[in-house]
């Protein structure tokens, strides 16, 4: 099993653990940047894929209990009052980065890039 393997059970969803790598691999393919929010969870993709990902909490992001949900998908998990629905949010953390990086954009650059401003502007 992986060092970072959150506690939850694997057995829960539609993929085997041990397709993980390849699917999400293959899922992200095509983009530049990757986000997550939390630590643990950059460290652990980090590890599964081979690549950066970059935390939302160093942009500021907030908590997805403090954001909006704009989506809503009719997944048994809402059945629960204990469950988060991962689905929604995924579409509450693109809303915000999205709208986040749409304001920055406005926003004149500093003179003296650091590298999370230079982070910041490739990903945009």
């Known amino acids: 099993?992986?060092?970072?393997?959150?506690?939850?059970?694997w057995d829960d969803g539609i993929l085997p653990y041990n397709q993980l790598?390849?699917?999400?691999?293959e899922a992200?393919?095509?983009?530049a940047h990757l986000y997550t929010?939390?630590?643990?969870?950059?460290?652990?993709?980090?590890?599964?894929?081979?690549?950066?990902?970059?935390?939302l909490e160093g942009f500021?992001?907030?908590?997805?209990?403090?954001l909006r949900p704009g989506?809503?998908?009719?997944?048994p998990c809402h059945n629960f009052n204990?469950?988060?629905?991962?689905?929604?949010?995924?579409?509450?953390?693109?809303?915000?980065?999205?709208?986040h990086f749409q304001t920055k954009s406005y926003v004149k650059c500093p003179k003296n890039m650091t590298?999370?401003?230079a982070m910041f502007v490739s990903a945009v």
């Open 37 to 55: 929010y939390g630590n643990a969870k950059c460290k652990f993709l980090e590890e599964l894929i081979g690549r950066p990902v970059l935390n």
């Open 21 to 25: 790598e390849t699917a999400l691999s």
């Open 1 to 9: 099993m992986h060092p970072h393997v959150p506690a939850e059970n």
């Open 60 to 66: 500021g992001c907030p908590t997805q209990r403090e």
């Open 115 to 117: 590298r999370h401003s």
């Open 28 to 31: 992200v393919a095509g983009y």
């Open 71 to 75: 989506y809503s998908c009719v997944l």
């Open 82 to 99: 204990d469950i988060s629905c991962a689905t929604r949010n995924a579409h509450s953390f693109y809303k915000w980065l999205k709208y």
